[in-house]
């Protein structure tokens, strides 16, 4: 069974920085690519960064490139997401899954807890 453990999160002012990792366990991880996802209150889950499962290629959505480092660890079964210049609006909980590169979308409906990032002076 496939398991997402997101850790890192927490509460950071406008400019400020966080790093996110992302355990994985229960799929051959390296053979993956991985995705960070987040969900604003209210608002529906959105796709936010991927990286190919060679790390050689990212995708990122407009608003957080160059400011967002997506990177994978293939030894350690991890997913980072560095994050730089937050700003309120990237206020969510955010998660990661496996995903489809080229359709930004996530391969399994299980999905971990999550963690909360809040961008807030």
């Known amino acids: 069974q496939v398991r997402f453990v997101e850790s890192g999160g927490g509460l950071v002012r406008p400019g400020g920085s966080l790093s996110l990792a992302c355990a994985v366990s229960?799929?051959?991880?390296?053979?993956?690519?991985m995705g960070w996802f987040r969900q604003a209150p209210g608002k529906e889950r959105e796709f936010v960064a991927a990286?190919?499962?060679?790390?050689?290629?990212?995708d990122y959505i407009d608003s957080v490139k160059g400011r967002f480092t997506i990177s994978k660890d293939n030894a350690k079964n991890t997913v980072h997401l560095q994050m730089n210049s937050l700003r309120p609006e990237d206020t969510a909980v955010y998660y990661c899954?496996?995903?489809?590169?080229?359709?930004?979308?996530?391969?399994?409906?299980?999905w971990g807890q999550g963690t909360q990032v809040t961008v807030s002076s």
């Open positions: 229960g799929l051959t991880f390296s053979s993956y690519a």
């Open positions: 899954n496996a995903v489809n590169f080229r359709l930004r979308s996530a391969l399994f409906d299980d």
């Open positions: 990286i190919r499962w060679a790390g050689s290629t990212t």
